[in-house]
């Protein structure tokens, strides 16, 4: 532990720390999505490939796939703070993740199903706690928070835009594993960073166990320090059942219809989540009830946006690659764009709200909300027509994709970056923690989604190459609603943003 003394000088303003976070999430986000950006079509083309429902089955799993991801950092985060501490977990959802890549290389069904559950209970670890790292490292009130989560975010994109064009590359020119253990030795490159880290004692005392009571405290006989570990990998093979209650193993039929395990677990715990916000809404002060009331309807607008734009990783990625003339990446490949164009916006948007801030022009919360709902839903607008220039074989030019990804990227950038703050100034203090969780938990609910729509838009066939004409008027016509249900929900917003103004109070 290093002494006030021994305390790390600042590189660029920050502390050192911030770097060795920076490197360490570019690498896991490099791992992370140049997995994603494979697993959809890997699952079509060679998973499922005997299938003529190899869209359904493919949708069902991704979706539950990220439902688990999102859901797991509720429980990561919870053994972080009262057990483990920051660095024991970011360690080991670094191992369980690197595992379940490299897992995922190996050509095998199961191995298939075991690794999506390494990378989900890692992840569970990893991701909610490195982030909260990254806020440790500041004292309260220090002013280079904010832009220090920003140099942190920016990682975070470069690991999204860099990882599809080189795993989806290497995966076109040597075959599906090669890619997918790129994604592993990216994030073997992200823990080398954060070890070094540790060593270099650059994070001071931070991310440390709260204390070495919890970590001796026996469970099961053996202290917690050791059994959670071992708890984490047991749980694995839970989650690839769970995963796999849909596919091959049940000859792509499932005793729950078009459902799998984790469709029905997420409905329950969706029902119980509902009956108690009607309890916090009832037990709440006219004022709290009034700021919560908002914050519940920011979390759901956020959850419908999320789903739309988790498309990318499934619908759109299959879009890409059947109906669209790529000549500069594959379908793949196209995963990079979003986190492309968020790299090249963010900075200019961040000063248009700092200038329109400065001419207290700065649209509140629910305007941006709206705004942003509307941007997506004119991404798949644009989407929707591309098949008005397509050719005899049923492909359309790339500049729609682009176009989309763009204005996704803005609606995204209208959004994200202020939802989660806006939770904790709208929540009373004593459910601020329960509020975040549910939060969390609406992404993976935006993964539910994702599924319901990918099954819509799902092309049964017995070609395993189907594509073209065939299933451009599925994806356009769908693209249509989803673009009309978004426009919808933004200006839904918009007209009923003068009311949740007054709901929000002296909140922002």
């Not at 939802?419 to 935006?446: C, E, H, N, Q």
Request: a neutral charge; one cysteine or more; glycine letters at 10%.
């Amino acid at each position: 532990m290093t002494t006030p003394s021994q305390t790390p000088k600042d590189i660029l303003g920050h502390p050192q720390g911030l770097f060795y976070l920076f490197f360490a999430e570019l690498w896991e986000r490099f791992s992370f999505y140049g997995m994603r950006a494979l697993l959809t079509l890997y699952m079509v083309n060679k998973i499922f490939e005997a299938l003529s429902t190899r869209d359904v089955a493919a949708a069902a799993v991704y979706a539950s796939y990220g439902s688990l991801v999102y859901a797991s950092t509720v429980i990561g985060g919870k053994i972080s703070d009262t057990t483990l501490g920051l660095r024991r977990s970011i360690f080991l959802g670094g191992v369980l993740m690197s595992l379940g890549h490299f897992v995922l290389a190996v050509d095998n069904t199961y191995a298939f199903y075991l690794a999506l559950g390494l990378i989900v209970v890692g992840n569970g670890f990893f991701k909610p706690n490195i982030s909260t790292f990254v806020g440790s490292l500041y004292k309260e009130g220090d002013m280079r928070k904010d832009s220090g989560f920003t140099i942190f975010y920016m990682g975070i994109n470069i690991g999204g835009w860099v990882a599809p064009l080189l795993c989806g590359w290497l995966a076109a020119t040597y075959g599906w594993h090669y890619g997918f253990g790129l994604a592993g030795f990216g994030m073997l490159l992200g823990l080398a960073f954060f070890w070094n880290g540790i060593k270099r004692q650059v994070f001071g005392s931070e991310g440390l166990p709260p204390s070495q009571e919890a970590i001796d405290k026996p469970l099961l006989g053996v202290s917690q320090g050791k059994m959670i570990p071992v708890l984490a990998f047991l749980a694995a093979p839970v989650i690839a059942f769970l995963l796999s209650s849909y596919g091959p193993f049940m000859n792509g039929e499932t005793i729950l219809g078009d459902q799998n395990l984790v469709n029905i677990i997420f409905k329950g715990i969706g029902i119980v989540i509902l009956f108690y916000l009607a309890k916090v809404l009832i037990d709440a002060t006219i004022e709290e009830r009034k700021k919560l009331i908002v914050a519940i309807l920011i979390t759901f607008f956020m959850t419908i946006f999320w789903g739309f734009h988790e498309l990318s990783g499934s619908v759109i990625t299959l879009f890409a690659a059947r109906n669209v003339n790529l000549s500069l990446m594959d379908a793949a490949q196209t995963n990079s764009l979003n986190s492309m164009f968020i790299i090249i916006l963010a900075i200019p948007i961040s000063l248009m709200w700092a200038y329109l801030a400065k001419t207290k022009r700065n649209p509140r919360t629910p305007y941006k909300f709206g705004l942003g709902l509307l941007f997506a839903g004119l991404s798949f607008y644009i989407l929707s027509i591309s098949g008005l220039q397509a050719d005899e074989n049923g492909m359309v030019p790339f500049s729609y994709l682009l176009i989309m990804y763009f204005m996704l990227s803005i609606g995204e950038l209208f959004m994200s970056p202020v939802g989660l703050s806006k939770i904790t100034d709208l929540s009373p203090k004593r459910i601020v923690a329960f509020m975040m969780g549910i939060w969390f938990l609406s992404s993976a609910y935006a993964f539910q989604v994702v599924g319901f729509i990918s099954k819509e838009l799902a092309v049964e066939s017995d070609n395993a190459n189907v594509g073209g004409l065939e299933t451009l008027t599925v994806y356009t016509d769908g693209f249509e609603l989803i673009a009309m249900y978004s426009i919808g929900a933004g200006v839904l917003v918009l007209i009923a943003s003068p009311f949740i103004k007054k709901l929000m109070g002296n909140v922002h």
